[in-house]
């Protein structure tokens, strides 16, 4: 398929996923069936039964040992799915969690998604190496808003390349820098590519995850694949509404108060 094909493809996609999106005034009780925490939300009845969705998130800049530490204990006792940390913290999160059932994330590209792709696929075989099951990357958002789709696939396929067979790939997007037909283009890429999952934002940027974004990403992709809304959620009712629009999965600094409630 050549490049002009490409594009119209890409143009028909993104105009029919849109217009189907504005005809509805609800993103609730979308149901799908994926292998990665697969769930429409019919099945929770408390706010416990979240937590097998949360990625347990600690990605300041200024995180100390001390307050990792607690995220692992926690993520233990509440049954988070993982906790999801910079790099740097993974090997000391992977010996913390030894012997649990809690999985370690580690964030590549974070949180511009601005270096090179040899950097990315460094960063993410370290990470790895350091014990890391599941690796959330930064897109090259800057080369996706350039239109230079070519630039955005290689750095995606240098980061899957980099992972092992068994290493569940997130491809952060950051919607809340892009038209919905940007959104629509670059989920349908990431999806193209083998990842995993599509995942909304980094936290760090202007907003983070809305009902809105999820819903036109599990449209845009369909019923397999993950989607893993994060950013900005603070309780249950935000979780339940991202989880009822199609997400998987949740990324989430606030996990214990939605837990708890």
């Given at each position: 398929?050549?490049?002009?094909?490409?594009k119209?493809?890409?143009d028909?996609?993104?105009?029919e996923?849109?217009?189907?999106?504005?005809?509805?005034?609800?993103?609730?009780?979308?149901?799908?069936?994926?292998?990665t925490?697969?769930?429409?939300?019919?099945?929770?009845?408390?706010?416990?039964?979240?937590?097998?969705?949360?990625?347990?998130?600690?990605?300041k800049?200024?995180?100390t040992?001390?307050?990792?530490?607690?995220?692992?204990e926690e993520?233990?006792?509440?049954?988070?799915?993982?906790v999801c940390?910079n790099s740097?913290?993974?090997?000391?999160?992977?010996?913390?969690l030894?012997?649990?059932?809690?999985?370690?994330?580690?964030?590549?590209?974070?949180?511009?998604?601005?270096?090179?792709?040899?950097?990315?696929?460094y960063?993410?075989?370290?990470?790895?190496?350091?014990?890391?099951d599941?690796?959330?990357?930064?897109?090259?958002?800057?080369a996706?808003?350039?239109?230079d789709l070519?630039?955005?696939?290689?750095?995606?396929?240098?980061?899957?390349i980099?992972?092992?067979s068994?290493?569940?790939t997130k491809?952060?997007?950051e919607?809340c820098?892009?038209?919905?037909?940007?959104?629509v283009?670059?989920?349908?890429?990431?999806?193209?590519v083998?990842?995993?999952?599509?995942?909304?934002?980094?936290?760090?940027?202007?907003?983070?995850?809305?009902?809105?974004?999820?819903?036109?990403?599990?449209?845009?992709?369909g019923?397999?694949?993950?989607?893993?809304?994060?950013?900005?959620?603070?309780?249950?009712?935000?979780?339940?509404?991202?989880?009822k629009?199609?997400?998987?999965?949740?990324g989430c600094?606030?996990?214990?108060?939605?837990?708890?409630v």
């Amino acid at each position: 398929m050549d490049n002009i094909d490409k594009k119209e493809l890409i143009d028909k996609i993104a105009n029919e996923v849109i217009s189907k999106l504005k005809k509805s005034s609800s993103y609730g009780n979308v149901s799908f069936d994926s292998s990665t925490n697969s769930s429409s939300g019919n099945e929770i009845k408390t706010p416990a039964d979240v937590a097998h969705y949360i990625d347990h998130t600690l990605l300041k800049p200024d995180a100390t040992e001390d307050q990792i530490k607690k995220i692992c204990e926690e993520a233990v006792k509440y049954s988070f799915y993982s906790v999801c940390v910079n790099s740097s913290w993974v090997e000391y999160c992977t010996k913390k969690l030894r012997g649990t059932k809690v999985k370690v994330c580690a964030v590549v590209g974070f949180p511009l998604g601005a270096t090179d792709s040899r950097t990315k696929a460094y960063e993410t075989r370290n990470a790895i190496e350091n014990g890391a099951d599941e690796i959330d990357m930064v897109v090259n958002v800057g080369a996706l808003k350039n239109g230079d789709l070519k630039t955005v696939e290689v750095d995606l396929r240098a980061v899957l390349i980099a992972c092992r067979s068994t290493t569940i790939t997130k491809a952060i997007i950051e919607t809340c820098l892009l038209t919905d037909e940007e959104k629509v283009i670059v989920s349908q890429l990431v999806k193209k590519v083998g990842y995993n999952f599509v995942k909304t934002s980094t936290g760090f940027s202007t907003t983070g995850a809305t009902a809105h974004d999820v819903a036109l990403i599990r449209r845009t992709i369909g019923p397999k694949m993950g989607i893993k809304a994060a950013g900005g959620i603070h309780n249950f009712e935000e979780a339940l509404l991202m989880i009822k629009s199609g997400a998987t999965r949740l990324g989430c600094s606030s996990s214990v108060k939605i837990v708890s409630v």
